[in-house]
């Protein structure tokens, strides 16, 4: 019996661009700026702040070393943050919808705090509410100290939240993950491009 969904971010509920972002990093001078981004995983200094290996302040300087001129802080976020396209609004009123048919719903995102904190946080203020007023439970990578498809992220979220995998449905764009996802024990479905997180939902 599915009592939990547990959701995946980018690509799942926010839409997401990595080309706009490598080239906002390559108009700043990051040379092979498309080599640190992946399709589903990010790569050197963008894991590292995303696994929460470094923080903000590291992540800046590590970044500026590779750069062929000086550029501010706030430069180096909005560049970063051009991965994010935004939440459409419909995505935001079916996880409502979910909630209130009694589903336990969870966020479990690879993401970094530039995001987390700006944009992302952004987003979810769309109809007046929280990010937070939509899970009952978050468990980002940066803060779990571990990123996807990595066991032990899933260890730690089903610890943390407090649920069991063999209830719980997860939602990734990533086969990887959800491939790992599955060898943990939980239910998974894999979101492909272009359909909507709510038509995987299996009928009650």
Sequence with gaps: MIRNLLFDLGGVIIDIDRQCCVDAFESLGLKNADAYFGLYAQSGVFMAIEDGSIGVEAFHRALREKLPHVVSDYQIDIAFQKFIVGIPEHRLASLRKLRCQGYGIYLL??????????????????????????????????????????????????????????????????EANVDAAIKEGFKAVHVLPGTEFINYIPAK
Aim: aromatic share 16%; hydrophobic share 35%.
């Design 109 to 174: 995102s690879n993401t970094n705090p530039i995001m987390w904190h700006g944009v992302i946080a952004r987003e979810f203020c769309k109809e007046g509410l929280r990010r937070e007023d939509y899970f009952d439970g978050i468990v980002t990578s940066f803060e779990a100290k571990y990123a996807k498809p990595d066991a032990r992220i899933f260890h730690y979220t089903a610890q943390h939240l407090g649920i069991l995998p063999s209830e719980t449905l997860f939602f990734d764009d990533s």
